[in-house]
Every structure is written in structure tokens, then in C-alpha cells.
């Protein structure tokens, strides 16, 4: 099958569900990725004196090996103002999210919960937008079959001291994906790749925080047990 995830920053991915896609891959799956922004934004260009504009290029760059890290089916970055995305027209979002979707035509579509995780407003941004997008295509077109929110457990979010981090009740959680040690090494090759973010990643310590379980909610289904595969159920 083929899944779709769609976030706005690079590293969202690798910070997230990146061992689940790796898994996926491994399983035959193809995994698409698309980026809103090349992230340039971050006060971490401070550091090195780079424009906004250079310090996408430079995560731009970075993603590429991430690429190769989870061994994707195909990556599309595009270039929204990062950290600027509450300003633009929703529409416009709506538009480049319902063409990646409409040109891959994935069986699943997954972006981040309702708390973006973080909170940052970008992430929320992308929750409500992607799942307008989701409505809309899967009335009309029959496509895709399913929306999943890549979450974290409630338990997760409280051991993380650097940032202040939302996760999902219990009863939230709808699909639960076990992945292997290979999985998991992978996600850290993956980290590894943002060279220009290791600051933040060694202060996040979220390396530590990389379980074999990967967790996710289901949007508009009526599950009567927790999945143990994302595209479990999908005919």
C-alpha cells in the first residue's frame, strides 16, 4: 500500500514516526514524504550567520540524506514561509497538500494530532488543514481511505524536560505499531543527518525517548479494537 506523511518542518519526521516508516518500507510499503517548509527559520541559523534563506538550503540538503536513511519511496519539499504559515491563506495550503495527494494518490494520508505535539503553531496549522483536505478528496474522489494523526503517549510526553510536549489519552490511541531494533537505528541515522540540529537534538534527548512502539490516531472510524498496523482494516 502507499502512505503519505505530511508535515511542515524538516526533522518533524525524524523526531516522529520515522521508525514506523521505516518499518513500512521494509514491508513492501511505499512511504511518500512531503515538507511545507525547508524550515530556515530556526534560531539555529543564528549560529552558523545564515540568512533564512541559507539555512533552508542547508536543511534542504540534510533532508536528502534522510531520504536515503529511511529509504523512502519519495520526498517532496516545498518552500512555505517556515513559522509563517498562520499568516497565509488556508486555501493555498490546502491547494499544494490536495495536489501531492491527488498526484500520489496514497491509501493513507498521516500528519500530527490535534496538539501538535509541541504545540508549535505550525503543526497545529497542518492538523486542521491536512484533515479539511482529507474530507473533501475522500467524498469526492474516494481518496485516501484513511487519515492517522502520528501521536505520543500521555506517559511519553510527561518524561520529556527540555520542551513542554502534548500526548494522546489511552483511549485516544487507535493503532499501535511494534518496530524492530533495525527500525529504531534507522530513525537515528535519520537524526543523525540534521548536522546543523544537533544541538537541539542532544538537549531533547530524544534518542533516549525512541521505543519500539509508534502510536497513532484514527480519524473518523469506529475501531472496535486497536490497530496493530496502520493500514490494518483498509480494503
Given at each position: 500500500?502507499?502512505?503519505?506523511?505530511?508535515?511542515?518542518?524538516?526533522?518533524?519526521?525524524?523526531?516522529?514516526?520515522?521508525?514506523?516508516?521505516?518499518?513500512?518500507?521494509?514491508?513492501?510499503?511505499?512511504?511518500?514524504?512531503?515538507?511545507?517548509?525547508?524550515?530556515?527559520?530556526?534560531?539555529q541559523?543564528?549560529?552558523?550567520?545564515?540568512?533564512?534563506?541559507?539555512?533552508?538550503?542547508?536543511?534542504?540538503?540534510?533532508?536528502?540524506?534522510?531520504?536515503?536513511?529511511?529509504?523512502?519511496?519519495?520526498?517532496?519539499?516545498?518552500?512555505?514561509?517556515?513559522?509563517?504559515?498562520?499568516?497565509?491563506?488556508?486555501?493555498?495550503?490546502?491547494?499544494?497538500?490536495?495536489d501531492?495527494?491527488?498526484?500520489?494518490?496514497?491509501?493513507?494520508?498521516?500528519?500530527?494530532?490535534?496538539?501538535?505535539?509541541?504545540?508549535?503553531?505550525?503543526?497545529?496549522?497542518i492538523?486542521?488543514?491536512?484533515?479539511?483536505?482529507?474530507?473533501?478528496?475522500?467524498?469526492?474522489?474516494?481518496?485516501?481511505?484513511?487519515?492517522?494523526?502520528?501521536?505520543?503517549?500521555?506517559?511519553?510526553?510527561?518524561?520529556?524536560?527540555?520542551?513542554?510536549?502534548?500526548?494522546?489519552?489511552?483511549?485516544?490511541?487507535?493503532?499501535?505499531?511494534?518496530?524492530?531494533?533495525?527500525?529504531?537505528?534507522?530513525?537515528?541515522?535519520?537524526?543523525?543527518?540534521?548536522?546543523?540540529?544537533?544541538?537541539?537534538?542532544?538537549?531533547?534527548?530524544?534518542?533516549?525517548?525512541?521505543?519500539?512502539?509508534?502510536?497513532?490516531?484514527?480519524?473518523?472510524?469506529?475501531?472496535n479494537?486497536?490497530?496493530?498496523?496502520?493500514?490494518?482494516?483498509?480494503?
Open positions: 500500500m502507499k502512505i503519505l506523511y505530511i508535515f511542515p518542518h524538516p526533522d518533524d519526521e525524524s523526531f516522529g514516526p520515522a521508525h514506523a516508516m521505516s518499518k513500512q518500507r521494509r514491508d513492501g510499503h511505499d512511504v511518500y514524504l512531503l515538507t511545507l517548509t525547508k524550515g530556515g527559520a530556526t534560531k541559523r543564528h549560529k552558523y550567520g545564515y540568512s533564512i534563506e541559507e539555512m533552508g538550503e542547508v536543511r534542504f540538503k540534510e533532508m536528502l540524506d534522510v531520504e536515503k536513511a529511511l529509504n523512502l519511496s519519495g520526498m517532496k519539499v516545498l518552500d512555505l514561509p517556515d513559522s509563517g504559515l498562520k499568516k497565509m491563506d488556508p486555501r493555498d495550503i490546502e491547494k499544494v497538500v490536495y501531492e495527494i491527488e498526484r500520489l494518490k496514497p491509501d493513507v494520508v498521516v500528519t500530527y494530532a490535534v496538539h501538535g505535539i509541541s504545540g508549535f503553531h505550525d503543526h497545529l496549522i492538523h486542521g488543514i491536512v484533515k479539511r483536505v482529507f474530507v473533501e478528496m475522500k467524498e469526492k474522489l474516494g481518496y485516501p481511505k484513511r487519515l492517522a494523526f502520528f501521536t505520543i503517549t500521555e506517559e511519553e510526553a510527561a518524561k520529556q524536560t527540555h520542551f513542554k510536549i502534548s500526548g494522546s489519552k489511552p483511549e485516544e490511541i487507535d493503532c499501535i505499531v511494534e518496530v524492530d531494533r533495525v527500525d529504531i537505528d534507522n530513525c537515528l541515522k535519520a537524526l543523525d543527518c540534521y548536522v546543523t540540529f544537533q544541538e537541539t537534538i542532544k538537549a531533547t534527548n530524544i534518542q533516549q525517548h525512541i521505543t519500539s512502539k509508534v502510536v497513532f490516531e484514527i480519524f473518523g472510524e469506529t475501531l479494537k486497536k490497530l496493530k498496523d496502520i493500514f490494518e482494516g483498509i480494503q
